[in-house]
Nanobody
Framework: QVQLVESGGGLVQAGGSLRLSCAAS????????MGWFRQAPGKEREFVAA????????NYADSVKGRFTIFRDNAKNTVYLQMNSLKPEDTAVYYC?????????????????WGQGTQVTVSS
């Protein structure tokens, strides 16, 4: 059974940083594309970032480019999202997701496995 468990969320002031982690189990982590999505109150869930199975390719939403970095440690079955220069509009529940693919998938509907999410709140 695939399990994805996010951690690292919290309350931070605008301009601050947080690092989210997503620990995976029940899958061969090193062959899965991993993605981060977020859902703000009253809004649809949206793509944030994704990383290829090897870590060599990444994709980011325009809204986070240059501020967020996705990376993974296949030895630890963990994917991370380093978030810098946080803004109040980054406030959301952040979810990690996994899909077996050779492409760096950005479409939410293609991801098959999801975590429960971790809350990130950025105060102004």
């Amino acid at each position: 059974q695939v399990q994805l468990v996010e951690s690292g969320g919290g309350l931070v002031q605008a301009g601050g940083s947080l690092r989210l982690s997503c620990a995976a189990s029940g899958l061969t982590f090193s062959i899965y594309v991993m993605g981060w999505f977020r859902q703000a109150p009253g809004k649809e869930r949206e793509f944030v970032a994704a990383i290829s199975w090897s870590g060599g390719r990444t994709n980011y939403a325009d809204s986070v480019k240059g501020r967020f970095t996705i990376f993974r440690d296949n030895a630890k079955n963990t994917v991370y999202l380093q978030m810098n220069s946080l803004k109040p509009e980054d406030t959301a529940v952040y979810y990690c997701a996994a899909v077996r693919s050779t492409a760096v998938v950005v479409a939410e509907t293609l991801y098959r496995n999801w975590g429960q999410g971790t809350q990130v709140t950025v105060s102004s």
